[in-house]
T-cell receptor, first 114, second 111 residues
Framework: DTGVSQNPRHKITKRGQNVTFRCDPI?????LYWYRQTLGQGPEFLTY????????KSRLLSDRFSAERPKGSFSTLEIQRTEQGDSAMYLC????????????FGSGTRLTVV | GEDVEQSLFLSVREGDSSVINCTYT??????LYWYKQEPGAGLQLLTY?????DMKQDQRLTVLLNKKDKHLSLRIADTQTGDSAIYFC???????????FGQGTELSVKP
């Protein structure tokens, strides 16, 4: 297992289009997190799953955003009707239950909305 | 509310010590972390400290926690050019829970 994998690495889309990102966590990790990072800022929490259950969603996650983790393994984050303000790095991370040592982050998907 | 603040830039000479500071507002924070981010890369966990500790040392890294002032610092001894990166402080209210990040401190190490 080589860590948390995110695809694609880069995505350029036109405003109004829908995009979907995928995250494959470390296989034995049951928690999976999505964060968004804009230029010059720290990551902002979006949502997290424990197995297939979505336990918390940030108010940053508008109705246009939806995340799923149907079988408790990989997760997808979909953004509908993209806006220029959605341009950011979308980071996925995973951890084992009750892990106090922090998460393992993926390298992220950079979204550019033109 | 939850808020984490860091100074934005720090420049040091190779071989000197670097001290990166962070303040947080939530006194319920249980775990505090330092992450490193290099250009184009994800975040790498450097070290962490529990709220019942004052200090933690790990090789060249020393973390100091002042709970009364809600102040966290990361000292890097003998800073090298490879330490140039953005350093993020983060707090968590529970193990495995969401992290609240600061805006990051860009460390520049000059030869």
């Amino acid at each position: 297992d080589t860590g948390v994998s995110q695809n694609p690495r880069h995505k350029i889309t036109k405003r109004g289009q829908n995009v979907t990102f995928r995250c494959d966590p470390i296989s034995e990790h049951n928690r999976l997190y999505w964060y968004r990072q804009t230029l010059g800022q720290g990551p902002e929490f979006l949502t997290y799953f424990q197995n297939e259950a979505q336990l918390e969603k940030s108010r940053l996650l508008s109705d246009r955003f939806s995340a799923e983790r149907p079988k408790g393994s990989f997760s997808t984050l979909e953004i509908q009707r993209t806006e220029q303000g959605d341009s950011a790095m979308y980071l996925c991370a995973s951890s084992a239950n009750e892990n106090v040592y922090g998460y393992t982050f993926g390298s992220g998907t950079r979204l550019t909305v033109v | 509310g939850e808020d984490v603040e860091q100074s934005l830039f720090l420049s040091v000479r190779e071989g000197d010590s670097s001290v990166i500071n962070c303040t947080y507002t939530d006194s319920s924070s249980t775990y505090l972390y330092w992450y490193k981010q290099e250009p184009g890369a994800g975040l790498q966990l450097l070290t962490y400290i529990f709220s019942n500790m004052d200090m933690k040392q790990d090789q060249r890294l020393t973390v100091l926690l002042n709970k009364k002032d809600k102040h966290l610092s990361l000292r890097i001894a003998d800073t090298q050019t490879g330490d140039s990166a953005i350093y993020f402080c983060a707090e968590s209210l529970s193990s495995g829970g969401k992290l609240i990040f600061g805006q990051g401190t860009e460390l520049s190490v000059k030869p």
